[in-house]
């Protein structure tokens, strides 16, 4: 980790380079030639806009073989926790979409979905901090946008990708890229594969008055998964153009963890328990969208209709021996959990934006969202005569949720000054019903609000390329779909989780400093308040730990964000990115026979680098790194992680067939370390995966190379299959 931080510590040196040469600070350089209409660009990895951050991930040497999680982790400003949960500017909350259109999921689902889609299909991705009143106010934390690739070229073209992946088990992925354009249609399928096995080792530690647990496992994860998008453009007229679109994606992960817990008692008498879980997990989403845009002088108009369903099964079958001191096996314990998830979103969204005279511009729209979720959790026991259902855990939860918004922004263009406020309206009608085996009812959630979102962006231009900026907003997190689940489900004899009905949206109010200089370089100030405050919390009740979700109480956080694209030499390209934050976290623990107030405050640390090298004879080489530091949050103290990357490609065929060699976390560091302190709990969390490995990667484009303006669209479900976990 010196390294990076040496690194990060030189940048201002760095700087002096790119005030001399502003021609490194163009973000896309382009030679054409107009009678083939030929073009080659060279787009630098790292884009800072006024509004968001651009990775561009097509031609990257340090891509192959990864998928779009893989590919977060080495966002900048973005952290991938051990149970793969995203976090931006060191706060969850962030919404994911791709090309536009919001994937409604959160947690394991989310992270199946972004493991199934291939870094080979992804052109860029977009990181928006501060989203205008456009965009649906969930998400405190930012949107994360993947754009898919599409085609600029008439007639047939494409792209076959394939990568191999070596750790301590192997992995491979493969991915198909077709486009067909004439005349008045364009048509496009993006299609990609991928299996393998990851082995994770998984260690707690903890201790209660009378006993303490040391848990050792591996997790043993058979995984494959396929992708899917396609659809189709069609220009009506010299205005209008209408579009069909259709995504699937499909995830299997044959999940077998191991574990033995031994049980040190300060009586002297030890025992163990020896646990074998397996679960397999099965996700499936389809979504469909209909699009329609209208422009003319000025003008546009854009609707969407959208269909989403999300199913997810798992079935997970626990076995627990119990054994003495001696190893004498004197009991077993087996369970069975059939969870089975189906979500159905529907939406219709337009949208309609003017220009008013020379330097005002208005948009303004309509959202309607309906969400029904259907949860069973069927739970049964081993006994002597057979199985038998657990009224206990067993049950039913359906959801039911309804948002309709309404928006309009203003903006104006002053000599100097830039002004866009925006004000967004949502309201949210939410239903909930849960039933158990014994006929007990919960009818939670059930609320009805409104709630009204501003926001406020101000640019002011000052000589020599350089921008004054301020930007102020309110956003909602509504809690996800499965953790307002009461469901209790064990992972083992010892641990469980649950959700919480009872739980509510939290709120967040931030305002961010800016200063830029040539469109790229920026120093940020940001600072945010977040009020009913949602945490994954941990309790201790006697020998087990169960953890929930709640409304843990309150956090403040202030960020410090620098980034800087640098021109060192004409053929050597660095970025860095450092942000030190600081938090604090008032929290309140209420539930399981404990209640508990906390105060914590600490710094923490998000730091990113990258070096890219364009070398003789189509040869390109890049080395680059990350680095978090979390620190203290809730209940919750996390130990630094990091990793450093290297890779190198050449092109071949006239730069048709590309080869590309990299190895991936070289000295080992990302492994997760964690602690969980309350009054009667003491919880040490301990994760290594498989992050070291060394990939080739293959790539071959074909077909036609000839220029036509292609169309960008979004559909109108941009925020809301986040929430599905």
């Given at each position: 980790?010196?390294?990076?931080?040496?690194?990060?510590?030189?940048?201002?040196?760095?700087?002096?380079?790119?005030?001399?040469?502003?021609?490194?600070?163009?973000?896309?350089?382009?030679?054409?030639?107009?009678?083939?209409?030929?073009?080659?660009?060279?787009?630098?990895?790292?884009?800072?806009?006024?509004?968001?951050?651009?990775?561009?991930?097509?031609?990257?040497?340090?891509?192959?073989?990864?998928?779009?999680?893989?590919?977060?982790?080495?966002?900048?400003?973005?952290?991938?926790?051990?149970?793969?949960?995203?976090?931006?500017?060191?706060?969850?909350?962030?919404?994911?979409?791709?090309?536009?259109?919001?994937?409604?999921?959160?947690?394991?689902?989310?992270?199946?979905?972004?493991?199934?889609?291939?870094?080979?299909?992804?052109?860029?991705?977009?990181?928006?901090?501060?989203?205008?009143?456009?965009?649906?106010?969930?998400?405190?934390?930012?949107?994360?946008?993947?754009?898919?690739?599409?085609?600029?070229?008439?007639?047939?073209?494409?792209?076959?990708?394939?990568?191999?992946?070596?750790?301590?088990?192997?992995?491979?992925?493969?991915?198909?890229?077709?486009?067909?354009?004439?005349?008045?249609?364009?048509?496009?399928?993006?299609?990609?594969?991928?299996?393998?096995?990851?082995?994770?080792?998984?260690?707690?530690?903890?201790?209660?008055?009378t006993t303490q647990f040391t848990q050792r496992s591996v997790e043993i994860d058979s995984f494959h998964g396929t992708g899917l998008r396609t659809g189709a453009d069609y220009t009506l007229n010299k205005y209008s153009t209408a579009g069909v679109l259709y995504m699937y994606n499909d995830k299997y992960t044959g999940m077998d963890n191991i574990s033995r817990t031994l049980l040190q008692r300060k009586t002297g008498r030890d025992s163990s328990i020896q646990t074998r879980s397996t679960a397999p997990f099965h996700t499936r989403r389809q979504a469909y969208?209909?699009?329609?845009?209208?422009?003319?002088?000025?003008?546009?108009?854009?609707?969407?209709?959208?269909?989403?369903?999300?199913?997810?099964?798992?079935?997970?079958?626990?076995?627990?021996?119990?054994?003495?001191?001696?190893?004498?096996?004197?009991?077993?314990?087996?369970?069975?959990?059939?969870?089975?998830?189906?979500?159905?979103?529907?939406?219709?969204?337009?949208?309609?934006?003017?220009?008013?005279?020379?330097?005002?511009?208005?948009?303004?729209?309509?959202?309607?969202?309906?969400?029904?979720?259907?949860?069973?959790?069927?739970?049964?026991?081993?006994?002597?005569?057979?199985?038998?259902?657990?009224?206990?855990?067993?049950?039913?939860?359906?959801?039911?949720?309804?948002?309709?918004?309404?928006?309009?922004?203003?903006?104006?263009?002053?000599?100097?000054?830039?002004?866009?406020?925006?004000?967004?309206?949502?309201?949210?009608?939410?239903?909930?019903?849960?039933?158990?085996?014994?006929?007990?009812?919960?009818?939670?959630?059930?609320?009805?609000?409104?709630?009204?979102?501003?926001?406020?962006?101000?640019?002011?231009?000052?000589?020599?390329?350089?921008?004054?900026?301020?930007?102020?907003?309110?956003?909602?997190?509504?809690?996800?779909?499965?953790?307002?689940?009461?469901?209790?489900y064990a992972l083992d004899a010892l641990n469980s989780e649950q959700g919480n009905a009872y739980l509510m949206p939290q709120f967040t109010n931030s305002v961010e400093l800016s200063y830029t200089l040539h469109y790229a370089t920026s120093v940020k100030l940001r600072y945010s308040a977040t009020s009913g405050y949602i945490e994954q919390l941990t309790y201790q009740e006697g020998n087990n730990t169960i953890q929930i979700p709640q409304n843990a109480g309150t956090r403040k956080m202030l960020n410090l964000v620098f980034n800087s694209p640098v021109k060192?030499?004409?053929?050597?390209?660095?970025?860095?990115?450092?942000?030190?934050?600081?938090?604090?976290?008032?929290?309140?623990?209420?539930?399981?026979?404990?209640?508990?107030?906390?105060?914590?405050?600490?710094?923490?640390?998000?730091?990113?680098?990258?070096?890219?090298?364009?070398?003789?004879?189509?040869?390109?080489?890049?080395?680059?790194?990350?680095?978090?530091?979390?620190?203290?949050?809730?209940?919750?103290?996390?130990?630094?992680?990091?990793?450093?990357?290297?890779?190198?490609?050449?092109?071949?065929?006239?730069?048709?067939?590309?080869?590309?060699?990299?190895?991936?976390?070289?000295?080992?560091?990302?492994?997760?370390?964690?602690?969980?302190?309350?009054?009667?709990?003491?919880?040490?969390?301990?994760?290594?995966?498989?992050?070291?490995?060394?990939?080739?990667?293959?790539?071959?484009?074909?077909?036609?190379?000839?220029?036509?303006?292609?169309?960008?669209?979004?559909?109108?479900?941009?925020?809301?299959?986040?929430?599905?976990?």
């Amino acid at each position: 980790m010196k390294p990076l931080l040496l690194l990060l510590v030189l940048v201002p040196v760095f700087l002096q380079a790119q005030t001399k040469d502003s021609s490194a600070l163009k973000t896309d350089t382009a030679s054409a030639v107009l009678s083939t209409v030929t073009v080659q660009a060279s787009k630098p990895y790292i884009e800072n806009k006024p509004d968001k951050t651009i990775m561009n991930i097509d031609g990257r040497v340090g891509t192959a073989g990864q998928n779009a999680l893989e590919l977060l982790r080495q966002a900048p400003g973005v952290v991938v926790d051990p149970n793969e949960n995203i976090l931006a500017g060191g706060k969850a909350g962030v919404l994911v979409y791709i090309d536009g259109k919001p994937t409604q999921l959160t947690g394991q689902d989310l992270a199946q979905l972004l493991k199934s889609i291939d870094a080979s299909n992804i052109r860029e991705i977009e990181i928006i901090t501060n989203p205008s009143a456009r965009f649906d106010a969930s998400g405190n934390a930012g949107i994360i946008n993947f754009k898919l690739k599409r085609s600029l070229t008439n007639g047939f073209n494409g792209s076959l990708s394939g990568a191999y992946v070596q750790s301590t088990h192997a992995r491979g992925n493969a991915s198909a890229n077709l486009n067909w354009r004439r005349e008045r249609w364009n048509l496009f399928l993006n299609a990609n594969a991928n299996r393998g096995l990851q082995h994770t080792i998984a260690n707690n530690d903890r201790s209660n008055p009378t006993t303490q647990f040391t848990q050792r496992s591996v997790e043993i994860d058979s995984f494959h998964g396929t992708g899917l998008r396609t659809g189709a453009d069609y220009t009506l007229n010299k205005y209008s153009t209408a579009g069909v679109l259709y995504m699937y994606n499909d995830k299997y992960t044959g999940m077998d963890n191991i574990s033995r817990t031994l049980l040190q008692r300060k009586t002297g008498r030890d025992s163990s328990i020896q646990t074998r879980s397996t679960a397999p997990f099965h996700t499936r989403r389809q979504a469909y969208n209909l699009n329609y845009v209208f422009a003319r002088d000025q003008r546009t108009f854009t609707f969407d209709a959208d269909r989403a369903r999300f199913r997810s099964s798992v079935g997970n079958r626990i076995t627990n021996d119990f054994a003495d001191q001696t190893g004498f096996e004197y009991a077993r314990q087996a369970s069975l959990y059939d969870q089975r998830v189906l979500i159905d979103l529907y939406s219709l969204k337009a949208d309609y934006a003017t220009k008013l005279g020379k330097t005002m511009r208005l948009e303004t729209g309509l959202k309607w969202l309906q969400t029904k979720t259907a949860n069973s959790l069927v739970a049964q026991q081993q006994q002597a005569f057979g199985w038998a259902n657990d009224t206990l855990r067993t049950n039913y939860f359906n959801l039911s949720e309804k948002i309709s918004a309404a928006y309009a922004s203003v903006s104006r263009d002053f000599k100097k000054l830039s002004l866009q406020l925006g004000l967004r309206a949502e309201h949210s009608d939410v239903q909930g019903h849960s039933l158990d085996l014994k006929g007990g009812a919960i009818e939670r959630p059930d609320t009805s609000y409104v709630n009204l979102f501003p926001t406020v962006f101000l640019q002011y231009n000052l000589a020599g390329n350089r921008q004054l900026g301020l930007v102020a907003n309110r956003r909602i997190d509504r809690p996800s779909y499965q953790d307002q689940n009461p469901f209790i489900y064990a992972l083992d004899a010892l641990n469980s989780e649950q959700g919480n009905a009872y739980l509510m949206p939290q709120f967040t109010n931030s305002v961010e400093l800016s200063y830029t200089l040539h469109y790229a370089t920026s120093v940020k100030l940001r600072y945010s308040a977040t009020s009913g405050y949602i945490e994954q919390l941990t309790y201790q009740e006697g020998n087990n730990t169960i953890q929930i979700p709640q409304n843990a109480g309150t956090r403040k956080m202030l960020n410090l964000v620098f980034n800087s694209p640098v021109k060192v030499r004409k053929w050597w390209n660095a970025y860095f990115y450092a942000e030190p934050f600081y938090q604090s976290y008032d929290v309140l623990l209420t539930g399981f026979g404990n209640r508990e107030t906390q105060q914590h405050d600490s710094w923490g640390f998000n730091g990113y680098m990258s070096q890219t090298f364009t070398l003789p004879k189509s040869w390109k080489a890049e080395v680059n790194g990350w680095f978090n530091y979390q620190n203290r949050t809730t209940i919750y103290t996390s130990k630094p992680l990091g990793s450093i990357n290297a890779g190198i490609q050449k092109t071949f065929d006239k730069q048709k067939l590309t080869v590309k060699l990299n190895a991936t976390d070289l000295l080992n560091t990302q492994r997760w370390e964690q602690k969980a302190e309350t009054q009667n709990l003491n919880l040490l969390t301990y994760r290594k995966w498989e992050s070291r490995n060394l990939t080739l990667g293959l790539s071959w484009r074909f077909g036609n190379t000839k220029i036509k303006s292609a169309r960008e669209r979004e559909t109108g479900t941009e925020e809301d299959l986040k929430r599905i976990k």
